[in-house]
Nanobody, 121 residues
Framework: QVQVVESGGGLVQPGGSLRLSCAAS????????MGWYRQAPGKVRELVAT???????NYAEPVKGRFTISRDGAKNTVYLQMNSLKPEDTAVYYC???????????????WGQGTQVTVSS
């Protein structure tokens, strides 16, 4: 089994910062990529940022220049540094990991349970 666990959410004022963490553990041979998505009330889940094993990053337009994704491959952990937060960033943030369980095996995507981020004064 594979577990993906997010942490670091909370309440922050507009203009503030938060750092989210996400750790994958369990039956993991390798991880091809990790990412963050978010879902606001009444909206569909949307991409926030992704990062590959080669450290190639991709960001959604609304967060470019404000959010930074990074990873620690040795710890199977991905981070999301969120600066200059806006009320429209309020959402449940979900982490995913594209996991390979054995050599030359297929890739499976695992999701965490999500962590709430609320930006409000």
């Amino acid at each position: 089994q594979v577990q993906v666990v997010e942490s670091g959410g909370g309440l922050v004022q507009p203009g503030g910062s938060l750092r989210l963490s996400c750790a994958a553990s369990g039956s993991i041979y390798s991880i091809n990529g990790m990412g963050w998505y978010r879902q606001a009330p009444g909206k569909v889940r949307e991409l926030v940022a992704t990062i590959t094993t080669g450290e190639t990053t991709n960001y959604a337009e609304p967060v470019k220049g404000r959010f930074t994704i990074s990873r620690d491959g040795a710890k199977n952990t991905v981070y999301l540094q969120m600066n200059s937060l806006k009320p429209e960033d309020t959402a449940v943030y979900y982490c995913n990991a594209d996991v390979v369980k054995y050599y030359s095996g297929p890739t499976f995507r695992y999701w965490g349970q999500g962590t709430q981020v609320t930006v409000s004064s």
